[in-house]
């Protein structure tokens, strides 16, 4: 039996993994209490083709996620040219990465016997908890703000959830949304609160390892509130604790030019993040003026040396157009990594062996 605890990220108060509350009284958010065995390619499980092939790694606290994985996982990485690798994580069930950590997050809520949840989202991850909640016989509200991509409020609905449109900016929404689940009591299934959602984002860096029997030099990664880039950390600092890796690769965090807090707080030396008020932007997967895990993210960003870069507004579309041409027809919040990648590029011609992910599919973010 795994020994699987939350522990506060403020105080350092623990609690059984059964809590319901969303974050700890005193206001910090949980984190996992949670040692994984030492990493081996040897412990997979090879017949299983979705993201659960890592359980031994995974914090799962029984077989729930038997009934509700949809084959998430195992995507592809292809080589877009002789310095770019593309990881095709829109190849999901639901057309983006965090089928990864909803399929976790879901089979949790399962495993303790939730019967109803509520979600905010730009749009990727609420249609993700929508399906898999759906899997699970989970009732689910996804609060969404307006100006949310026409096609994911369409696949939010289909997959049978409540889908509401909430006025004003990303942010307003995930307080409107966060204000419910406290006033009725509801679970709060968020992809940026809720820890186990990151057991289910770092197994892209399992995958990437398995595939490759390596890690890139470079990553990029888009952060908006930076649930890949934790999940990612987590993986690599395993990894690298079971002598798999023998160092950490260099990550370039990719914030959108018109909604950058996290930048802003690295270019001034601060450890703490600035609220900044975002302006309209194409990469709305990232347009998070203020990130709840913002300060755990630069504590590890000086850790390991992360770099944060922007991705220039007006080379986004160009970028999309450049990735179509080569057949991958993605989003805008993804192209804008490419982006950030070709201005990197052209600043640092030396720069090779790059791995970028696909995070989500193009036709849901045409307007």
Request: net charge negative.
């Given at each position: ?285 990232i347009a998070i003026g203020e990130p709840m895990r913002g ?73």
């Amino acid at each position: 039996m795994k020994d699987i605890h939350y522990v506060c990220s403020r105080c350092g108060r623990t609690a059984e993994s059964t809590e319901l509350a969303p974050c700890c009284s005193c206001g910090g958010l949980w984190d996992l209490e949670y040692k994984a065995d030492s990493f081996s390619l040897d412990d997979i499980i090879a017949d299983d083709w979705s993201i659960f092939r890592y359980r031994k790694y995974i914090a799962l606290e029984d077989g729930a996620f038997e009934g509700i994985t949809l084959g998430e996982g195992m995507t592809p990485v292809i080589a877009l040219d002789d310095n770019v690798l593309l990881k095709m994580d829109y190849f999901m069930p639901t057309l983006s990465f965090k089928d990864r950590g909803a399929a976790v997050l879901v089979s949790h809520c399962k495993s303790i016997g939730v019967k109803k949840v509520v979600q905010d989202s730009s749009g990727n991850a609420g249609n993700s908890v929508a399906a898999y909640c759906a899997r699970a016989g989970i009732q689910c509200e996804i609060f969404v703000p307006e100006g949310a991509s026409p096609k994911k409020i369409e696949l939010i609905r289909a997959h049978g959830a409540v889908c509401t449109i909430v006025p004003g900016s990303r942010d307003h929404c995930a307080d409107v949304c966060r204000s419910k689940a406290r006033e009725q009591h509801l679970y709060y299934a968020n992809h940026v609160f809720n820890p186990f959602f990151y057991e289910g984002t770092k197994t892209y860096i399992y995958e990437v390892f398995e595939q490759l029997h390596r890690i890139p030099s470079c990553l990029f990664i888009p952060v908006g509130n930076g649930t890949l880039l934790l999940g990612c950390i987590i993986a690599l600092e395993h990894l690298l604790a079971s002598s798999i890796i023998n160092e950490f690769p260099k990550i370039i965090a990719v914030q959108s030019e018109n909604c950058n807090p996290l930048y802003a707080a690295c270019e001034s030396g601060s450890t703490a993040v600035p609220k900044v008020v975002c302006t309209p932007t194409l990469a709305e997967g990232i347009a998070i003026g203020e990130p709840m895990r913002g300060t755990q993210i630069l504590a590890l960003a000086r850790k390991h040396a992360i770099s944060f870069v922007l991705a220039p507004e007006d080379g986004i579309l160009e970028a999309r157009a450049l990735l179509a041409r080569q057949g991958i027809y993605c989003e805008h919040t993804t192209a804008a990594t490419y982006a950030a990648y070709l201005k990197c590029k052209q600043q640092n011609p030396e720069l090779t062996d790059c791995l970028i992910p696909m995070c989500g599919a193009g036709l849901k973010s045409d307007h």
